[in-house]
């Protein structure tokens, strides 16, 4: 078994394979994240990195071993039990930005409260003051359309900090930025880590960008190999 | 479910809004069409029986005089008896019964076309009274006559002349232009029906070919129980003659030979085509529509919303599409409905409901009841269209929306 695994983790694995038909993706890996912490998963492309982070985070559930967030034992959880404890405890950053198209940046940041029986001058202060932490307040009634590459991340991070999350997860969140960009984008990563104390488990191909990072796990055919 | 999402979700997307709304709107617009027409059709055949206040008409067919000479009945409406006419009154769905008795006349000069009518029965060739153009309509207890307008132009009839039929003479009291007032039960000279009943059982002509007490007639209009109208038809054939001649707005209807006029169940056919064809509609519409949004849904769940959170939102952008639809077809169906209200339509009256015997000139001339086609859409119809497609709309959501709710976040958003 590939162990990296803290005692008091917000956040582990053990034990987790993934197969997808005769193809195993993620071999018996175990991981774990504090509370707090920024952690990089570091690793060629097509190592499993990207499937262990949606196995962490409940998008996915693993063919053998066991989830543990907050607490929680999230292999066990049901869809929507799952969904409501995504809502509730972490946030998503995805390489190509995954908004809504058809919805304002302010909307787009207060996507995940709008199953909440809450004011709508409530929900959009909210989304508002976040968008302003990100610098980007006098662009909040635009379109997604409308918007760059590195304004469309921003948005993107304010939308996974709406319910306050224990711990973020990134999946190559500078992947379709330029570097300074890229760069920029990562200064406000660390400045939520370091600020915030917001707990960060992000997936990058560029060894670089982890630098910063409090821990880097290094994966290799679908194993933990440091 | 929100609404300022549902909102922008319309207006932003607007290609797939409109194909939804455009292609689930022409369903309902066939369907109210289709419908309004089989009503307007079967409003049309009713008009020839409503011009004279019945629903249904009773004749019966008998021998051809043996010389066209005096007073005789067409072989199409030979005697019905008082008995029958009375057991007639007395059947469930009647709600009145109107008498006639047409005679043609043949004297030496000139023929006549007589209807001897009920001066104050509502029901029946009464309805002249609307249509009398000069002089006034004939009193009860006097022995008097009017003239077809037209009739009385050809042979230089006046009000206040006096004219002669079998040896009867009858002031003129009035004209009236009969092709104001109805199509069938029409005639040159109009007499109260106790003088044509005397006429009819004073001719030999008359007896011979069908025994005729003064009480007798041979036409009949009735006023009925609309859903009793096809088993009071029957009911009449048995009383009067298996071969009579039995006017209902149905007959009408089959005369027409449109296939709007053919039945009921053809409409119900055509309506039930016009519903799968606007169900497939919207459903292969929305659909592809939804198949489109299989990453943007992966991002709802992946931010936290619930099954039932995507199903709801789902179910009710799909029904506010469909109420759209639902308008928009109806607004369709109203200008189509409004196009075809311009639209003649000929209902021909049946040789054997025609006065004017077939070797007279212009006797063997088909007639017909023209009219504007009567085209509207009821409220229920226009109700219906809107809710079915509200109810297609919501059947539609909620089946997409739990199919597409089930796809897992990750399948949808891992290929960056």
């Known amino acids: ?226 | 479910m929100n609404l300022h999402y549902l909102m922008n979700e319309l207006y932003y997307q607007k290609r797939r809004t409109l194909t939804a709304i455009l292609g689930l709107s022409i369903g309902i617009a066939l369907l109210i069409i289709l419908n309004a027409l089989s009503t307007a059709y079967r409003q049309a055949a009713q008009a020839p029986l409503k011009e004279i206040g019945a629903d249904i008409t009773v004749q019966r067919p008998g021998d051809v005089p043996k010389d066209l000479t005096g007073v005789v009945f067409p072989c199409s409406a030979v005697t019905i008896r008082d008995d029958q006419v009375k057991k007639i009154e007395c059947l469930p769905g009647v709600r009145g019964v109107g008498k006639a008795v047409l005679l043609w006349v043949f004297d030496p000069s000139r023929a006549w076309i007589v209807l001897g009518v009920e001066q104050q029965n509502s029901i029946g060739p009464a309805v002249l009274r609307s249509a009398v153009t000069e002089g006034r309509y004939l009193e009860p207890g006097k022995l008097e006559a009017l003239v077809e307008i037209s009739y009385a132009r050809q042979f230089g009839i006046k009000v206040g002349d006096t004219i002669t039929m079998a040896n009867t003479s009858f002031p003129v009291a009035g004209l009236v232009d009969a092709s104001r007032a109805a199509k069938i039960a029409v005639a040159n000279v109009y007499v109260p029906i106790e003088e044509a009943q005397k006429l009819a059982a004073a001719s030999s002509q008359v007896q011979s070919v069908s025994p005729f007490s003064p009480s007798d007639v041979n036409l009949l209009f009735i006023k009925a129980d609309q859903d009793k109208i096809t088993d009071l038809a029957s009911a009449l054939r048995n009383i009067v003659d298996k071969k009579a001649t039995i006017g209902t707005p149905d007959s009408f209807l089959k005369l027409l030979g449109s296939f709007f006029a053919l039945s009921d169940k053809l409409t119900m056919a055509a309506s039930l085509i016009a519903i799968i064809v606007a169900v497939l509609i919207a459903f292969k519409t929305m659909a592809g529509n939804i198949a489109e949004r299989a990453r943007e849904i992966g991002v709802l769940k992946a931010v936290g919303w619930t099954n039932h959170n995507v199903v709801s939102q789902l179910l009710a952008e799909s029904v506010i599409q469909c109420f759209l639809a639902g308008l928009f077809g109806l607004l369709l169906a109203a200008i189509v409905a409004f196009g075809l209200s311009f639209m003649d339509v000929n209902i021909p009256i049946p040789w054997d409901m025609s006065p004017t015997p077939h070797f007279l000139p212009g006797g063997g001339d088909q007639i017909f009841k023209t009219l504007r086609l009567p085209v509207h859409i009821p409220w229920i119809l226009a109700c219906f269209g809107v809710l079915l497609s509200v109810v297609i709309g919501g059947a539609t959501g909620a089946m997409l929306g739990r199919t597409i709710s089930r796809i897992k976040p990750s399948e949808v958003l891992r290929h960056e």
């Open chain 1, 1 to 226: 078994m590939n162990n990296v695994v803290n005692n008091g983790a917000l956040l582990s694995g053990k034990g987790l394979s993934k197969t997808y038909g005769d193809l195993t993706v993620v071999k018996d890996v175990s991981v774990s994240v504090k509370a707090g912490e920024f952690v990089c998963l570091v690793g060629k492309s097509g190592c499993g990195k990207t499937t262990l982070l949606s196995l962490l985070s409940g998008l996915e559930r693993p063919t053998r071993g066991q989830v543990m967030l907050a607490g929680k034992d999230i292999t066990s959880a049901t869809e929507d039990e799952l969904a409501l404890f995504r809502r509730q405890n972490v946030g998503f950053i995805f390489q190509s930005f995954n908004l809504i198209p058809t919805l304002a940046a302010w909307e787009n940041v207060a996507l995940s409260l709008f199953p909440i029986a809450m004011k709508e001058t409530e929900r959009e202060q909210r989304a508002l003051d976040l968008l302003e932490k990100m610098e980007m307040g006098h662009r909040t009634e635009h379109l997604p359309s409308a918007l760059s590459g590195g304004e469309k991340q921003r948005v993107a991070i304010a939308r996974a900090l709406i319910n306050r999350p224990k711990l973020l997860f990134a999946d190559e969140p500078t992947g379709n930025l330029d570097s300074a960009t890229g760069d920029a984008i990562m200064e406000i990563l660390n400045r939520l880590h370091r600020e915030e104390g917001v707990g960060i488990l992000m997936v990058t191909h560029e060894v670089e960008l982890a630098k910063t990072a409090d821990r880097l796990i290094r994966m290799h055919d679908g194993e933990v190999i440091s």
